[in-house]
């Protein structure tokens, strides 16, 4: 698929809306089943996705995969700050880390959120210890084990409940 330049400067309407959260429950949900969801033909909700996708809106789709069925059964928010360095060049090399799941820019008297998970206790010190906190650039690291998560609702799935 060719990525476009998104033109976030229009607002999603209603139908678009709803098409983004359905999709946001489930990504594999056919088209007939799409335009059926949101009132529309199969041609209309077909071209509704293509326009959204060529828009930047919807940037691609996947699986949400448990991280414990895969192995990765401890998970940190690393708390970073960061030196005279730009926030682009540190946090591309925070992501090419190995367990760095996202590299999240936040304001207040930190610099950068990391979710990081590891196969364990000693992969996971390894990682915030050495890979992260000796980087050329970060000053200090804070990390908080992730005990239990709950999720939430996704903010595309949000948008089914605005008003116009």
Known sequence: MTQHAPH????????DRRIVAELSRDGRLSVRTLAERVHISRTAAHNRVLALQQRGVITGFGAQIDRKSIGLNI??????????VSWESIAAKLATLPFVEKVQAVSGDIDIILTVSAPDHEQLSQAILRDIHDMPGVVSTRSHLILEEIDGRPPAQSLDIWRS
């Open 8 to 15: 976030h400067d229009e607002p999603l309407d209603a139908i």
């Open 75 to 84: 998970s940190a928010l690393v708390v970073v700050r960061i030196g005279d």
